[in-house]
């Protein structure tokens, strides 16, 4: 399966869209949103992806309970661990040491893949392009365990 991996959207409903077209282009089986979504508006293009999708609150989401109804309850508060494919995914805005083999984060804005041993740290960049003036989004294929970035 492949997870279409978000952050920083920052209110940017274009580049919310163009991020939604990719994910349902590539085929993703799940969306996570590593943070910063900011206003409830901002969730409605999230409504046209073909898959499931979980986030969690980010250091900018200061209307949380707008946030949590508008999503219907898939924002979460960080860090969210979920079990896929055997594999334990942890979801946070925030970089902080936890036990999963796959941590997701997002706050720096900086798109980075790292691995270190057996774990495998995903950072998407930003899908708002604010501060770096490029959008960008991450694909993670959880049967080899191979990710990209994406810019667009």
């Known amino acids: ?14 580049k919310i869209k163009e991020m939604v077209e990719i994910l349902n282009r590539e085929k993703v089986g799940l969306f996570l949103h590593a943070g910063d979504f900011i206003a409830p508006f901002s969730l409605l293009p999230l409504e ?3 898959c499931e999708w979980f986030g969690v609150f980010g ?3 200061g209307e949380q309970e707008g946030l949590l109804n508008k999503s219907g309850g898939r924002i979460k508060s960080p860090p969210y ?8 995914i942890a979801l946070m805005h925030e970089l902080k040491e936890v036990n999963s083999q796959i ?7 900086n798109p980075k893949i790292n691995r270190e041993g057996d774990k495998i740290f995903i950072n ?17 294929d ?3 365990l191979k990710s ?3 810019y667009f």
Not at 81 to 88: G, M, T, Y
Not at 103 to 109: E, K, L
Not at 124 to 140: F, K
Request: with cysteine.
């Open 142 to 144: 959880l049967d080899d």
């Open 103 to 109: 941590v997701i984060y997002g706050h720096t804005h």
């Open 1 to 14: 399966m492949k997870i279409g991996i978000g952050s920083d959207t920052h209110d940017n409903i274009s």
């Open 148 to 150: 990209e970035i994406i």
């Open 59 to 61: 250091n900018n989401d």
């Open 81 to 88: 661990f979920l079990e896929l494919s055997s594999k334990r």
């Open 48 to 50: 046209e992806l073909k």
């Open 124 to 140: 998407p960049g930003e899908v708002c392009g604010w501060l770096t003036g490029r959008s960008s989004l991450a694909i993670l």
